[in-house]
């Protein structure tokens, strides 16, 4: 292997003026939110001196999420995708403004923030979904790990940039100049898509929703190589939860304080980022699904690792490999399921994956507080990443459909 086939696969940027189009307008997108990510915490505690009050607005965004994908993977089967991308974005925006214009008030409104934070969350998983919906018909089936490494990438890059600067110009400026800005970059979104083409889906306008929310079910239960991908991908968003245990193990493992526990949090962030960039191989593979197995089965044990070493130095770069793997088997995840699903029910089920990634890290997150709490923080991370590695060997052995399955279905190629 070469190294320029090591790295991520740029032409795409060059030769497609589409995708070109959605990665600016997701970076900056995705700039934008990163300020809003900081922007919200300090302003709920501001107002309240409460971390569970920044918790609920956090479930308010979270549960609007949860509910928009699902709703959205409706419309985005029913509906021109273009036009449902550029409608979503722009509500996100207004959304923005009214955030704007609450901080601006003398007493700011706190069960504003938490409508308005479920307002964003509806609303910006329409678009989402909406735009993961219109990728094969933007770049091609073949070219969905290409398309997906390069968003991943400029993904890692926004969200370590902008919380940073997020928190400078709250400092400099305030909260209110912070929404601003926060609708300022999704307007310049909603223009950079303009060009996008339009894009009818194949589907029954006149279905009933929760007919062809059933169709997407029995479909994603009935596919072999989708139903193993998005199970292992479920393990991989649950492991994900141990980051909620890194100041506990900070202190009664390793004996550091808030900088050690920074680091931890950077490794993983780091690892992904990586993964990302040096994914070029991961289009040439023969059997994915084997590889996402391997992937998955490799992150498990670093965590099992982690929980067991009792060292801050054994435990960072394991965090770093842990985060590159689960950066390729998110990868593989997507490049698959996208590439085993009809463009009728593209909406749907991505839809369904992505929901179940919101709920598998809320209900991972639950489950390692508990499990923490009734062991301690290295056992139950250890626990967490023996459990997963067996149930990850399991799928792995037992799916054989997709263990020798392409990254797309031959008679789905040029569907898209």
């Known amino acids: 292997m070469t190294l320029s086939n090591l790295f991520v696969d740029i032409s795409l940027l060059k030769t497609n003026p589409d995708f070109r189009r959605v990665l600016i307008a ?22 309240t001196g409460s971390s569970l009050q920044v918790g609920v607005a956090a479930a308010c965004d979270g549960v609007g999420m949860f509910l928009g994908l699902l709703l959205g993977g409706v419309l985005a089967d029913r509906m021109d995708r273009r036009r449902l991308i550029l409608f979503a974005r722009s509500v996100c925006g207004l ?10 008030l003398p007493s700011p409104s706190l069960p504003a923030i938490y409508a308005l934070s479920f307002w964003d969350g509806f ?8 735009l993961l919906a219109a990728m094969p018909h933007l770049v091609g089936r073949a070219n969905l ?34 929404y601003l800005l926060t609708a300022l970059g999704t307007g310049l ?10 894009m009818m889906p194949p589907g029954e306008a ?21 139903l193993s991908v998005v199970a292992l991908g479920c393990l991989s968003t649950v492991t994900t939860s141990i980051r909620i245990l890194f100041p506990a193990l900070v202190e009664e493992v390793f004996g550091g304080g808030a900088f050690e526990t920074g680091l931890m949090y950077s490794a993983v962030p ?14 040439r593979l023969e059997r994915p699904g084997l590889a996402m197995g391997g992937a998955c089965m490799g992150a498990f044990a670093c965590v099992a690792v982690i929980g067991a070493a009792g060292s801050l130095y054994v435990a960072l770069p394991l965090l770093v490999l842990f985060g590159y793997a689960t950066s390729i088997a998110s990868l593989l995840e997507y490049s698959m399921v996208q590439g085993h699903t009809p463009d009728r029910l593209l909406g749907r089920v991505n839809s369904l994956w992505t929901a179940q990634d919101v709920f598998g890290d809320s209900a991972g997150t639950v489950g390692m507080g508990l ?18 590695l067996a149930l990850a060997a399991a799928v792995t052995a037992t799916a054989t459909t997709m263990r020798g399955a392409p990254m797309s279905d031959p008679a789905l190629e040029g569907t898209g």
């Open 270 to 283: 780091i690892g992904a980022t990586l993964g990302a960039a040096l994914s070029g191989w991961a289009a």
């Open 123 to 130: 609303f910006g998983a329409i678009g989402v979904n909406a």
């Open 189 to 198: 979104t909603v223009l950079t898509l303009l060009g996008l083409p339009r």
């Open 206 to 226: 006149g279905e009933n929703p929760l007919r062809a929310m059933a169709q997407a079910f029995a479909f994603l239960f009935g596919h072999k190589v989708i």
């Open 371 to 388: 499990l923490a709490t009734l062991l301690s923080p290295a056992v139950g991370i250890l626990a967490l990443g023996l459990g997963a």
């Open 95 to 104: 959304g923005f403004l009214g955030l704007a214009a609450n901080a601006a």
């Open 145 to 178: 790990v290409q398309a997906r490494a390069l968003g991943m990438l400029s993904m890692r890059v926004a969200t370590i940039l902008s919380p940073a600067l997020g928190g400078l110009l709250i400092a400099g400026l305030g909260v209110g100049w912070v």
């Open 26 to 47: 997701r970076t900056i997108s995705l700039m934008a939110l990163g300020l809003l990510s900081v922007a919200v915490p300090l302003q709920v505690y501001a107002l």
